[in-house]
């Protein structure tokens, strides 16, 4: 019985913690195409997450940037905080060997001076057709990134 009223207890604030979060002021607008373009990546060979990368890999992809209805002003700064998703999708190359990779990321964006500079922060999906490339292997094909 104690666990079931803790265990309650844990949703009813979890619940009232999200509909505050949710339901403070801000200034909200429509969902707009912030930027879309072309990008282009390479990788040495250098150590990843305590193992060595065994061959060079280059992305070519496509991204766009959503912004969300939802900022948030800091204070009587120019700086101010929104939400936005960053989804790309493009070409994985590696070993002789290619494949499609795509991600979704939800996140938060800080905007200052303007919006002439944006620090991007979020994690969400990775999606690879291919995730063996070689003796390479990134461990299947969905990835957090």
Not at 48 to 75: N, Q
Not at 94 to 120: H, K, Q
Request: charged residues 15%; neutral net charge.
């Amino acid at each position: 019985m104690r666990n079931n009223l803790r265990s309650y207890l844990l949703h009813l604030s979890l619940a009232l913690s999200l509909s505050a979060a949710c339901c403070t002021p801000s200034f909200a607008e429509g969902i707009t195409l912030q930027s879309i373009g072309p990008r282009m990546g390479f990788g040495e060979k250098i150590p990843l997450m305590g193992k060595e990368a065994k061959y060079y890999f280059h992305l070519y992809d496509v991204a766009a940037v959503i912004k969300f209805p939802w900022s948030w002003p800091l204070g009587e700064s120019t700086w101010s905080l929104d939400t936005r998703m960053i989804a790309s999708a493009g070409l994985l190359t590696g070993a002789s060997e290619s494949g499609l990779m795509m991600t979704v990321v939800p996140g938060l964006g800080l905007n200052g001076w303007n919006e002439l500079v944006t620090f991007d922060a979020g994690a969400g999906p990775g999606f690879f057709s291919n995730y063996k490339f070689g003796t390479q292997d990134f461990g299947g094909p969905v990835q957090i990134v």
